[in-house]
């Protein structure tokens, strides 16, 4: 009898704060929206206040070198990717949960990284030319990739740093994360989900590069629309994305540092 008097106490047993907030932030609706916010508001908040104040638009390291990217904007990042690594400890949530799984074949990897690179190189500019017939839009600004001119050294910097903040940073946290959040978000996993997700996501992702002008939210907005469908062509597989996102701001970059 005392046995069993245990064992029931065992399976009434509170659960661990911790614990409680981590199955919130699995199956809550509200709790997951309000993760989403927590994770990207100060990254946006500290991009507006970077915009607001003006003023160069690269942080100096000195000897010349200077890396593009605000030193607001750059603490964004940190403290965005901090606060989704502490949810994420607290949900026990994997990197494979969010497209990070290790690859079977690396270079089965690439080769895909290389055909979403040459889809999205065909695809952009008939996206933009539709775009162009409903919204005029705008020059966008690239005055701010200035420095790279005949620069050797700041080209390779800043690509090396461009590989892991964009490459990376930003198709895992608005392809990797912010998608699969958005499907949580409503509950399912079916397809027309996936498609609302990859809507939601393109337009947060293209706010988040006011820093362009206008012409430049719509077409990152619009690069964000096929990268989100590029990632669930290859099945949610985020690293045949971080290749092609890096590649494409490679060729970017070369293209500034030849005068282009």
């Known amino acids: 009898m005392n046995a069993n008097l245990s064992d029931r106490t065992k399976m009434k047993a509170p659960k661990p704060f911790q614990e409680k907030v981590g199955e919130l932030l699995r199956t809550n609706k509200l709790a997951i929206l309000l993760e989403i916010a927590v994770v990207f508001v100060p990254l946006y908040v500290l991009l507006i206040i970077s915009d607001r104040l003006g003023g160069d638009d690269f942080v100096r390291l000195g000897g010349g070198l200077v890396l593009a990217g605000g030193p607001l904007v750059n603490l964004g990042l940190v403290v965005t990717v901090a606060i989704f690594w502490v949810v994420s400890r607290i949900r026990g949530s994997a990197w494979s949960d969010f497209g990070l799984a290790r690859p079977k074949s690396w270079g089965r990897t690439i080769l895909m990284g290389v055909g979403v690179t040459v889809g999205v190189i065909v695809l952009f500019p008939l996206l933009m030319g539709l775009v162009q017939l409903i919204v005029p839009i705008p020059q966008q600004d690239v005055s701010r990739f200035a420095f790279l001119r005949g620069d050797l050294p700041n080209l390779i910097v800043n690509v090396l740093a461009m590989w892991f903040t964009a490459g990376f940073l930003e198709e895992f946290l608005w392809r990797g994360y912010l998608m699969n959040r958005l499907v949580d978000l409503q509950g399912n996993k079916t397809k027309l989900a996936w498609v609302i997700a ?31 469908a590029a990632f669930l062509t290859v099945r949610r597989n985020l690293w045949p994305l971080v290749f092609m996102h890096a590649l494409l701001d490679t060729i970017s970059f070369v293209q500034h540092y030849f005068g282009g």
Do not use: R
């Not at 809507?199 to 907005?221: D, E, M, P, R, W």
């Open 198 to 228: 990859l809507v939601g996501s393109a337009i947060i992702f293209g706010l988040g590069h006011t820093y362009q002008g206008l012409g430049g939210v719509v077409k990152v907005t619009a690069a964000g629309l096929l990268f989100g």
